[in-house]
């Protein structure tokens, strides 16, 4: 369960799906100020994995996954998704999950799903059969007249998670797809999500804050530090697809979770300023506990 570093990680290229090379990014802010974002970011993504990004909030992480998939420039460094380098969007190669649902309003869940597939340029004859099969792969069948506001948070997550599906692409990048959601929906689609693995072999990169639901569901972990994010570590989560709820009550989950918290706790602490830190500590002092052995009070 150690964490590798990110060189012990990188992986031959006809292994990977996805290449990152010396990946950096910056922006100029309101007042002038330029912010960097990445800082010389590699990372081979293989193919058939489910992959997780977790860091800092604001660290850039979706930043990164953005750059992946053709939707910002990289300020040095390049993508390459098959061996091609990335210069803009791929939908025939790279499909989205946001956070946000993105489901036009005005149309049914049907078509919705068929909206992403003249996108893509998928001829007019082919394009209800994919829709009707995605909305099957994800339970909504027989919601698939009904429109976004008469569906639930989670319903509207899988309507666009089945057009992802129905484009057919290889690779899917997920942005935070349940933070949104309860908890109980959140593992019931994480475990969905785990099953849609096992059986399709598509390349998934999930963008998530979440522990629990990084260590349910990858098979790696990356680990990223504050902004400007770097890697810090990758963890190998060694658990077969599709994964079962009795693994998040085993010691097994409770160790890798252990271990990227620790990973990331220094990390948060350098976001918000280590005020929650500092404070606990002059309290434990305060109380003449946890203190080390041979300390003055």
Not at 36 to 41: E, F, I
Not at 227 to 256: C, L, N, Q, T, W
Not at 286 to 291: E, V
Request: hydrophobic share 40%.
């Amino acid at each position: 369960m150690s964490p590798t570093t990110q060189m012990e990680s990188a992986l031959a290229g006809q292994d990977a799906a996805i290449t990152v090379e010396n990946v950096s990014h910056s922006f100029v802010s309101r007042d002038g100020a330029i912010v960097q974002t990445l800082d010389n970011v590699s990372l081979d993504i293989r193919r058939g994995e489910l992959l997780c990004l977790i860091g800092p909030s604001g660290c850039g992480k979706s930043t990164l996954l953005n750059i992946i998939g053709g939707l910002l420039q990289a300020g040095s460094g390049q993508v390459k998704v098959n061996g091609r380098p990335i210069t803009g969007p791929s939908p025939r190669e790279l499909s989205f999950v946001f956070q946000d649902n993105t489901l036009f309003p005005w149309s049914t869940i049907l078509d919705n799903v068929k909206v992403a597939l003249e996108f893509q340029g998928v001829p007019e004859s082919e394009r209800q059969g994919r829709a009707e099969e995605a909305l099957e792969a994800v339970g909504l069948t027989e919601f698939r007249n009904h429109y976004p506001h008469q569906l639930s948070g989670g319903m509207k997550q899988r309507a666009s998670l089945a057009r992802a599906l129905s484009l057919k692409t290889d690779i899917v990048l997920m942005d935070e797809p349940f933070a949104a959601l309860d908890e109980q929906t959140r593992i019931y689609l994480g475990e969905e999500l785990s099953i849609l693995l096992a059986k399709s072999n598509k390349t998934i990169i999930l963008v998530t804050h979440s522990l629990a639901e990084a260590v349910f569901l990858a098979d790696r972990i990356v680990v990223m530090t504050a902004r400007p994010a770097s890697i810090k570590a990758v963890i190998d989560v060694k658990e077969d697809h599709p994964r079962e709820p009795e693994f998040m009550a085993s010691g097994r989950f409770a160790d890798y979770r252990n271990d990227l918290y620790a990973l990331l706790r220094a990390e948060i602490e350098k976001t918000i300023g280590g005020f929650v830190g500092s404070a606990a500590a002059r309290d434990r002092t305060r109380r003449g506990i946890c203190q080390p052995a041979g300390d003055a009070p």
